[in-house]
């Protein structure tokens, strides 16, 4: 399963609507067997839905977004999974290996937001 | 004189308490240290929650990643004000905010942290928007309910890449609302093309969308691309879709389902990245209903449609239009109009507006011909508005009594403005003295008794004499 992860230095990057830098991992057996980086324009979300289609990507998880990128990525298919915070490699991590994102990774006051988006996308 | 108590030890904390600016400071980690009452209230998120956590993590500012306020404080020692940003909160709503920045630093000048104040602007967006009560997009400039709900979607049917079917009367800007679809779209950096339908007969509308090959009909002696070939990754505007043959349509909706085409005289068929936006000045529901539209097609163009509603229904507009109308033409024409007198905006108001937004637009025109600054006046209208008009208000007028109408009024409000000069006045007009005379006979004007040459030569005179 391929996963993509906006990405600020070794964080996730706060705002969806302000990033700039991708990461797109392959999940294989609990193990992240491949990544790869790309940017993107946040302005034009379903130019990125378009591309992680393309890219067989499934899930994308992000920090803070708004309504309308949210609404046109979770419109295209894609698992959003939004309002996650901390180290791009520790969220990979637990994500990777089937542990529950909430709520270590939730961003602060976030907590209801990201139950309301999709119960099942943080496990 | 009694010296004043010493302030308590806690007065900066009711005071922070106390504001309705958002308040936080960070340390050299950016995590947060303090958060005031407002912060909460502002972000939505509890003092217990955010203590302690990383500042972007609670702030959550498009300016974080790339531009962070706090950070250049801190780096640069000095104080910024007033920077204009949004936040995202948890109901992913953007909340627009203003942000000052300042370095914490010890008595010793040494910078411990930083402090960020934020101010929710939202409310004084909303107010400017309902004083002002405008939208616009592109050159859609409304204050309409409807016209709003439309506006407030076409950002995600821009985005999408469905065809798109624009309904409305003539005049109501549906190639600007087309133009705006393409303009917010994926797609802005690419062709924009409108097509009349309806101006083209069918072996030549297909010609001009699809192309030909050299040979494939006599005179074609080379090959030459259609529209769906040059607006690769474009957007196409179908105007009048109603209006075509049937033998066109089922051209059309193979285009739109393959996502390929076939020139004329050609056997090979050409990809085509196009989207198509259709429009019509009828129902063409009804037109399916009554077999002159195939349905098949209607279907496909119908995935997201739009209603422009007709100027008569949204009178609101009206002064907005005609503001936006004066400042472009003040541009274009290098002229100082200001607007129009209330008079005019009494008649323009009254008006029923059979050629919606583009009669206004013409009206306007036409008294920039007449006008060149101040406000336009009811003599600078078409002389079916003007209180000069010969016309009785309740009847409509032939057009070839209209515009000739309008030229009288032209004409004696250009002979008034020139002191009755018939010599100026044709020059102002852009025609020969002996055409004025021609004209002023036939429309049969009636002229003062004062000649403007003998006016000023007067006037001359008396100068010289005193």
Known sequence: ?123 | MPRPKPIPDNVTEIILESISDGVFTVDHDWRIMSFNRAAEEITGIRREEAIGRHCWEVFRANMCESDCALKRTMQEGSTLTNTTTYIVNSQKKRIPITVSTAPLKSKSGKILGGVETFRDYSLVEALRKRLDGRIQMGDIVSRNRVMHEMMAILPMVAESNSTVLLEGETGTGKELLARAIHNASPRKEKPFVAINCSALPDTLLESELFGYKSGAFTHATRDKPGYFEVTQGGTILLDEIGETSPAFQVKLLRVLETHAFTPLGSVRQVKSDVRVIAATNRRLADLVAEGKFRPDLFYRINVVRMVLPPLRNRKEDIPLLIEHFVERMNLLRAKAVTGVDPDVLRVLMCHDYPGNIRELENIIEHAFVLCSAGPIEIRHLPGGFGGQSPLPRDRTPPLAQTLNSTEAVAILNTLKDHGYNRLAAAKALGMHKSTLFRKIKKLGIHLPDIDGRSASGKQKTSQTTD
Not at chain 1, 7 to 14: A, E, M, T
């Open chain 1, 1 to 123: 399963m391929k996963v993509a992860i906006t990405i600020w230095g070794d964080r996730i990057s706060p705002v969806f609507d302000a990033a700039r830098r991708l990461l797109i991992v392959t999940i294989d057996q609990g193990h992240i067997i491949n990544r790869e980086e790309a940017t993107f324009d946040p302005e034009q979300p379903s130019n990125l839905t378009k591309a992680l289609i393309d890219q067989e990507v499934a899930v994308l998880i992000c920090g803070a977004v708004s309504q309308t990128p949210a609404a046109v990525i979770t419109a295209s298919g894609i698992r959003l999974i939004p309002f996650i915070t901390g180290k791009v490699e520790r969220v990979l991590g637990a994500y990777a290996q089937g542990t529950s994102l909430a709520p270590a990774f939730i961003m602060p006051g976030c907590l209801g937001a990201v139950f309301e988006t999709d119960s099942s996308s943080t496990h």
